[in-house]
């Protein structure tokens, strides 16, 4: 049995399967926010889009990737995830208002490509809603805390 072929195979992908366990927690849940579209593109990259939320108190966490595809920030209690996804399923569904993000296809996708199933995940202590909003080509997940 190769146990191998559902894991993560760069870096990159180990780290993205770590975000998805932490706010794949059971309990925590995924709101559509309002996607914005600018005379051009507003917001391009994670970079800039880091830089922009830097300037507004934001403390950058960590970025990965170069140039970097996913980047937490925080403010307070407040979480702030900016990314940019490479599957186009995922980025389809993440465009899509319509799309509940809640539904059990998409997390059993998701989690498949992280090569994570529910039993790896834990149940949120403090379950949290997730507002995800698309800026041009850059998608920003906020979580607000106490």
């Given at each position: 049995?190769?146990?191998?072929?559902?894991?993560?195979?760069?870096?990159?992908?180990?780290?993205?399967?770590?975000?998805?366990?932490?706010?794949?927690?059971?309990?925590?849940?995924?709101?559509?926010?309002?996607?914005?579209?600018?005379?051009?593109?507003?917001?391009?990259?994670?970079?800039?889009?880091?830089?922009?939320y830097?300037?507004m108190?934001?403390?950058?966490?960590?970025?990965?990737g170069?140039?970097?595809?996913?980047?937490?920030?925080?403010?307070?209690?407040?979480?702030?995830?900016?990314?940019?996804?490479?599957?186009?399923?995922?980025?389809?569904?993440?465009?899509?208002?319509?799309?509940?993000?809640?539904?059990?296809?998409?997390?059993?996708?998701?989690?498949?490509?992280?090569?994570?199933?529910?039993?790896?995940?834990?149940?949120?202590?403090k379950?949290?809603?997730?507002?995800?909003?698309?800026?041009?080509?850059?998608?920003?997940?906020?979580?607000?805390g106490?």
């Open positions: 049995m190769n146990e191998k072929a559902t894991q993560p195979r760069t870096s990159l992908d180990s780290a993205v399967a770590a975000l998805r366990r932490h706010m794949m927690e059971k309990g925590n849940r995924f709101e559509h926010g309002p996607a914005y579209e600018g005379d051009g593109k507003v917001l391009s990259s994670v970079k800039q889009t880091v830089r922009m830097e300037g108190g934001y403390v950058k966490l960590f970025e990965l170069n140039p970097p595809a996913y980047a937490v920030l925080q403010r307070g209690h407040r979480e702030l995830h900016i990314f940019q996804p490479r599957d186009p399923k995922i980025k389809q569904w993440l465009a899509d208002e319509g799309a509940n993000l809640n539904d059990p296809a998409i997390r059993a996708y998701l989690l498949q490509k992280s090569g994570l199933s529910e039993n790896d995940l834990a149940i949120a202590a379950p949290q809603r997730y507002h995800i909003n698309e800026v041009d080509d850059v998608f920003i997940v906020t979580a607000d106490d």
